[in-house]
């Protein structure tokens, strides 16, 4: 299946690809996919204190257009903030790198991949500021 | 010896032609392009007299006699010729139809076709081995079966199946025997007599032979099969497959059957050589890795092997320089991962992990190993990427720890 160049040069050099501490509260972590359909893509952000994404990180289990999607995905992550992030859409993957048809359900798990690591940043963010809320009350009273 | 790139390791899907058949094919490709349907003159008799030639040629290497053989476009038109062609003769003997979950695409939607025609058809399971067995079509027969239709040799695992037992049973209940031994021929020995074939398909392609031709044998005698004919228009091949006959392709696949009766035996000793030897470098460089198919019975030049936690597309880009096949859903139109390997019994996630690789006439050693080099280097470079790899590690950690 002839690929586009910007999926083979993700796929030859892969931006990005690690793991980042899952229990660390700045990360964020995002697992999509099933091996029994062939996908499977972990995505993580770790987030500062003012909301910026300063790394993004990924592994993949699947196809050329699956891996070149997540390692663009954490390349346009890095510098954005959660906010500018959330707004990013499988189209947007799909144009960049020429996906035919039959692989845009590629771009589509990337997407799906930021958004569960965002939840997952936002969640366990959201956890930590109430937690956070209810020790200054308790100080308070 | 410099290698030349890229190397092809994917003989189940195609074969190069070789020289010496295209030697033999060339002056019927230029000079003598007689129609050997042209009665009256020479530029026929000689076109003729090819055709004849190769017909004992291509009989040759089955078992069987010139007459027997009916020239097609291939071993998919002579798998529907021998499947609707003995449902429609025989429809008053029986409506039931024997086959199996592994046959190749070109018998399974023949037979597929006749069932929203109101046929009967039984679709055997084959074992995790894929081997279907004379005990399973044994009970599978009833008095209605008209036909059983079972592979040699399967395309996508290489596994054998026992075709002499399946014919010796089919001739003792009464009912003809089908078998697709397309992948089979040349290889392995095949003989319509003592395997009690009563219709064989084969193809050139498979054989170092040129595209677009094949045969369907047609046993004549014990028992005398009748087909109805599914390309009218002239009669030619004894009223079975009328159409000029294409004589280059023909002959092309005359002197492939040569070559393959007089170099099966070294041939298939020098293959099994080298599909072990690819396939212990790779196991000796790799863990998780599982042989799809029957450890023994087998093609000489086939091993499908899956690769845990890593996907096939993916790896076969990786190893860029080496052509292979896998049964990964990424590499199918439907997205659907193999079929062939889901009748088995392996699980999804390793079908989108398998790749298939098929040594041939021509493959080095040389080959072979920078093919498995090539292979263990993507597998491990995959593995670095893959979120599942991960997972496994640190549970092995610390099942160890425990």
Redesign the interface.
Known sequence: ?P?SDKVMDH?TN?RN?G?LDKNALDVGTG?VGA????????LQIRVDTDGRIVDAKF??????S??AASSLATEWLKGRTVQQATELRNSDIADELSLPP?KI?CSVLAEDAVKAAIEDWKRKNARSDASTAAMEEAKRT | MTLKLPIYLDHNATTPLDKRVLEAMMPYLTTDFGNAASRNHAFGWKAEAAVENAREQTAGLIGATAKDIVFTSGATESNNLAIKGVAEMYRDKGNHIITDLLEHKAVIDPCKRLEQAGFQVTWLKPDRFGVVSAEQVAEAITDKTILVSVMAANNEIGTLNPVAAIGALAKQRGVLFHCDATQAVGKVPIDVEAMGIDLLSLSAHKIYGPKGIGCLYVRRKGPRVRLTCQMDGGGHERGMRSGTLNVPGIVGLGAACVICRSEMAAEAMRLTGLRDRLHQTIAAGLDYVYLNGHPTQRLPNTVNLSFA??????LM?KMKDVAVSSG????S?S?E?SYVLRAIGV???LA?SSIRFGVGRFTTEQEVDYAAAAVVRGVKELR???????QAREAQRSQAQA
């Open positions: 299946m690929y796929f892969p690809v793991s697992i091996p029994e359909c062939g996908d499977v893509m972990k592994k993949t289990f699947g196809c050329g699956a891996i039959v359900h | 936690y890593v996907e096939g597309e993916a880009m990964s859903a990424c590499t139109a997205l991962p699980s999804d996630d989108h670095e990427l893959s979120p599942l790899y991960e």
